[in-house]
């Protein structure tokens, strides 16, 4: 198995487990014998979403106090990467609402017990009028809070904490440190609890399809395409527009990093290629000093692909569970998602672990995820590349908004590009 990576096993054990189910379709054995390897798995990646969000949303907001060192450009940047962001939210809302991939396929006979509560929740909380849930955010006590899973307090308590110990300068280097200690551990048992994917995949589809036969995998058909599908319209339309605005065509960014984006597409990982990508801004006319800052910081705080996948998957999932989103519940998930996907590093899969974080608190039931876990790398690659695409947009908008853009630099550096090409 070590032969293979990760993405290979899972896709091994999504399609071992849809040939298990299919042949044994409507036979109780298989959910008897293969459902608990997939509750284990299931146990085993809620773990994992307290201690992550925590250290990591504390380490991320604790980094904005470096960021208002910097002044006119760090807080330039934050806003123009909050405007993208929420507009990669909102695509993918629209995406999911337009197009509802996740309907057609009826899960709500899957591990009743737990969609029973998850719905009660939902429904909960969207008796909930906008005051009460405000209030709700603010907890009574942290520790109840972590203990009950209350993801919206305990993204509240974070924020304020990490805000805290950027204030406290020198004296908060060591709780940030700490933080990031855990942060770092924390993903070093993500990606060991990972490796056991492929049988929570095996297990987790086989018992679907052995229920619902086959006709339940035509709505993931539908996820993988439509992601792709909303990824391109985000970059050529969204990102076509604001690279217009700032003297250069999306196509141009494309073409002189079309190496780095094939690498970061195969290898999911946007880390890969951040070296790269500064210094091609550069070339392409960007400061050092703000392209040095600009595009390490959109690593946390600008993941439009990511955000954009985010908002659609977790409807995708509400549709699949048949649990009704109303524009209340999709204005939390948006706020929710514009909190969560900051602070997270751009390494394989990160986007799944927000997810986890992210479902729970408008009401999602977390199990979805399994039954997406076997494509998600197929949207990983996609998500990736609009990362790249925007974050190195981000160092050209930032440079001509402090009106140090040099202009022939630029020209010369595409001319010599289209002249490679030629």
């Keep these: 198995m070590k032969r293979f990576g990760l993405a290979i096993q899972i896709v091994v054990g999504l399609i071992l487990g849809i040939l298990v189910g299919a042949i044994f379709y409507g036979n109780p054995a298989v959910s008897t014998y293969l459902q608990p390897i997939g509750d284990i798995f299931l146990r085993l990646i809620k773990m994992i979403v307290v201690p992550i969000v925590i250290s990591t949303l504390i380490v991320g907001v604790a980094g904005v106090g470096d960021i208002k060192k910097l002044g006119k450009i760090g807080g330039k940047t934050i806003l123009y990467f909050e405007i993208v962001t929420t507009i990669a939210i909102v695509i993918g809302l629209l995406a999911a609402n337009v197009f509802q991939p996740g309907v057609g396929v009826d899960m709500s006979t899957l591990q009743k017990t737990d969609i029973h509560t998850y719905v009660e929740t939902a429904e909960t909380t969207q008796s909930h009028g906008f005051v009460e849930t405000f209030v709700n955010i603010v907890p009574k006590n942290v520790f109840d809070a972590i203990v009950r899973g209350d993801m919206l307090a305990i993204i509240f308590f974070s924020v ?23 942060a770092d551990a924390m993903f070093w048992v993500v990606n060991t609890i990972m490796k056991f994917a492929p049988f929570g995949v095996f297990a987790l589809i086989g018992v679907t399809v052995s229920k619902f036969g086959l006709s339940s995998l035509i709505p993931l058909g539908k996820l993988v395409l439509l992601v792709h599908f909303a990824m391109i319209f985000f970059i050529l339309v969204v990102l076509g527009i604001i690279a217009r605005i700032s003297g250069i065509r999306i196509t141009q960014i494309i073409r002189i990093l079309k190496d780095e984006l094939l690498l970061a597409y195969s290898t999911s990982s946007s880390e890969t290629v951040l070296p790269k990508i500064m210094e091609k801004m550069e070339k392409l006319g960007c400061p050092k000093a703000i392209a040095s ?20 998957a977790a409807l995708f999932i509400a549709q699949m569970y048949g649990i009704h989103m109303p524009i209340s519940a999709q204005i939390t998930l948006m706020l929710v998602l514009m ?47 609009v990362n790249v695409v925007g974050n190195s947009l981000a160092a050209v908008v ?16 595409l001319s010599e590009i289209s002249g490679k090409a030629a």
């Design 160 to 182: 304020l904490f990490g805000l805290g110990i950027a204030a406290v300068g020198e004296r908060g280097k060591p709780v940030l440190a700490f933080f990031q200690g855990v």
């Design 293 to 312: 800052f600009v595009i390490p910081t959109g690593y946390s705080f600008n993941l439009d692909g990511s955000t954009l996948y985010q908002a659609l």
């Design 339 to 385: 909190v969560t996907s900051k602070g997270i590093a751009g390494v394989p899969g990160v986007s799944f672990v927000v997810l986890l974080a992210t479902l729970g608190s408008v009401g999602i039931p977390l199990e979805g995820l399994a039954f997406i876990a076997g494509v998600d790398r197929l949207m990983d690659m996609a998500r990736t590349v």
């Design 398 to 413: 930032i440079s001509r908004w402090e009106g140090q853009f040099d202009t022939a630099k630029a020209k010369k550096y």
